[in-house]
Every structure is written in structure tokens, then in C-alpha cells.
């Protein structure tokens, strides 16, 4: 269906008529202060001079200007009502990017990567599945930062989360800070629609936050936390004197990651490999979202470029002729 964005601008339709019945007609000719004894020789070019213009000309005009106003008012196509998928779910990343993310005990297509590298290529399948959530990202190392507030665009979440890097925001963990972050974005939105899922490969080592001081913070927002401590439990490690098992994540406060977990209603996972990490996102899909009422758009078409285009060569038919017809009297 058409609809106009400015329909209040047709009320201008009859403004000519308008100004035509305000202002004093014009006098077609004053009386001659001459006597001319040959005026038979000028009785043709008389005629022509005083001819009323053709009533085609006037048309044009008036379809032009109906045009012109059409245009103004900003006529538009709008589609058929498509419904918005909408979970109504807040969801908030929180990604470690301290020093011993850079650990390379995690494997991808049979070679060893950094822990980091491992989160990018699980944790981007998982943001691209949620359809429907408001998704935001927040890294943390000595400081905490928001990188991306929520949104709907995952693709912009996916590709800042793909650019960040290894000591960005500091070498030391401060997971209390990032808590509060998260409950400070998160605080205004619907108290049963917030989800924080943290993940890290230490203990909290920075910040002006306890852990369990935020999680009891974001327990009183009704925040829920789940945190996934990240990194193998076993390592290979070569040296001069031949290879050792080593703990990487020995480190790993998995105690004060189920508690902020239990304060707030979440859940405590361990991801040791790129299998387990998956899994546990697929497990974190199967949240219920928060039913809100369905939203729907219309798309639209702007419509504006064709009476413009139509009126404005009417205007310069209009115009053309009215120099022929001075043309010919000359």
C-alpha cells in the first residue's frame, strides 16, 4: 500500500488558487498614446500577442505542481508486516584476555593454539546462533572495558571479539571488575532476562571488586552468572631433558568460579579441551528465552524520485513552450 510519510504538506494542493484570488489581476495593455494611421499592418501581430495561452500549457502546469507537492509529501511502498524474531534475552560475553590466555594448550584442526584462539572459534558459532538476543562483549584483563554494548548485530560482536588480543586491557585477571561491568550494563533491562557468561583461565589477581563481593551485587539485580573456567588439566612439555607433564591451569580458582555461579543461580563449567567448550555452549543455547510480545516491521520503499522526476519535466515542457510561443512573436 502507498503511504505519505508528510501528508500534511498536500494541504499546499491549492495554494496557486490561493494566491491567484489574494492578488490584483494583471492589465493585459494600456491605452496607446500614439495614433498609428497604418494599424491594419499591425492587426496580425496584435492577434497573436494578446491570444490567450493554449489550455494544454495550463494543464501541464497544474499536473506539475500536483506532482511537486506529491513528491514532497514523501509518498512510500509499504511491504507486507514481517515478524521480528525477538527472545527478549540480554546476553553479556565476558572474555579473559590476561597473559595465560596465551597458553597453547587447546587444538583446532590437529594444530595447538592459544586458549584465546580457541574461545574466538567456538565462542563465534555460539553468538551467531543466538537469534533473537541482545548480545554484548566485554573484555577484561587488569581493567575491565564494555568492547560492544548489547546488540542485535552479532556479526559487529563476532568480528570486535575476532579482533581483540592477548594483553589488550592488561596481563593480570580482574574478574570482580568485569562482574560489576556487566551488572552496571545490565541493571536497567528485565530482571529475568539477564545472563552473564564469563569466561576465564585464572584466579582474580586485579580490580577493586572481590568476586564474590560482585557476585552477590549482581545476585541483587538478578543477574545470573555462568562461568567457564578454560585450560587442559595436562600438558606435554619438551625440554633439554626430555618432556614432562605439567598442570597449565593450576592457576584456575575453579572454588570462587562455582561460587560467583551458586550466588547468582548460574552454573560452573570446566572446559579443558575445544570439544568440552563447545559442548558447554551448546549447553548454555538450551536456556529458555524470556517470551515478549512479537514485533513486527514494514518494509519500505521510497516512492518521492518519480513524481519529482515526472513533475520536473512537465515544468520544462511548460517552460520550453512559453519560448517557442515568445519566439514566434518576435
Known amino acids: 500500500m502507498i503511504h505519505f510519510e508528510w501528508p500534511w504538506l498536500l494541504t499546499v494542493l491549492p495554494l496557486p488558487l490561493l494566491i491567484r484570488w489574494l492578488l490584483p ?182 580490580g577493586e571488586v572481590s568476586p564474590i563481593k560482585a557476585a552477590e551485587l549482581a545476585a541483587e539485580n538478578q543477574l545470573k552468572i555462568y562461568t567457564i573456567g578454560i585450560g587442559a588439566d595436562e600438558m606435554q612439555v619438551r625440554s633439554f631433558f626430555g618432556s614432562r607433564t605439567v598442570n597449565p591451569s593450576r592457576d584456575l580458582d ?10 547468582t543461580g548460574g552454573r560452573y563449567f570446566r572446559a579443558r579441551n575445544t570439544e568440552e567448550l563447545d559442548k558447554i555452549y551448546q549447553l548454555l543455547d538450551e536456556l529458555e528465552p524470556v517470551e515478549k510480545d512479537k514485533q513486527y516491521y514494514r518494509p519500505r520503499s521510497e516512492l518521492y524520485p518519480w513524481p519529482l522526476g515526472l513533475a520536473l519535466a512537465l515544468a520544462v515542457a511548460v517552460c520550453l513552450s512559453r519560448f517557442a510561443f515568445r519566439g514566434k512573436l518576435l
Open 25 to 206: 489581476a494583471s492589465q493585459l495593455a494600456e491605452q496607446a498614446a500614439l495614433k498609428v494611421p497604418f494599424l491594419d499592418d499591425f492587426a496580425g501581430f496584435e492577434s497573436r500577442a494578446l491570444s490567450p495561452q493554449k489550455p494544454w500549457r495550463l494543464w501541464l502546469a497544474i499536473a506539475a505542481w500536483v506532482l511537486l507537492v506529491t513528491a514532497v509529501s514523501r509518498p512510500q511502498w509499504l511491504g507486507e508486516p514481517i515478524e521480528q524474531t525477538v527472545s527478549g534475552r540480554d546476553l553479556m560475553l565476558a572474555v579473559d584476555l590476561s597473559g595465560s590466555m596465551e597458553e597453547q594448550d587447546f587444538v583446532i584442526n590437529k594444530q595447538r593454539v592459544d586458549r584465546l584462539t580457541a574461545t574466538k572459534f567456538v565462542a563465534a558459532d555460539f553468538i551467531n546462533r543466538r537469534v533473537g538476543d541482545r548480545v554484548g562483549l566485554i573484555l577484561f584483563g587488569t581493567q575491565a572495558y564494555l568492547q560492544t554494548p548489547l546488540t542485535f548485530d552479532r556479526k559487529t560482536v563476532i568480528t570486535l571479539l575476532n579482533e581483540s588480543a592477548i594483553g589488550l586491557a592488561g596481563d593480570n585477571t580482574a574478574i570482580g571488575d568485569a562482574i560489576g561491568l556487566a551488572v552496571k550494563r545490565l541493571k536497567n533491562q528485565q530482571a529475568n532476562s539477564r545472563v552473564l557468561i564469563l569466561l576465564t583461565d585464572g584466579a582474580n589477581t586485579a
Open 254 to 263: 575453579e572454588k570462587t568460579l562455582t561460587a560467583i555461579a551458586d550466588t
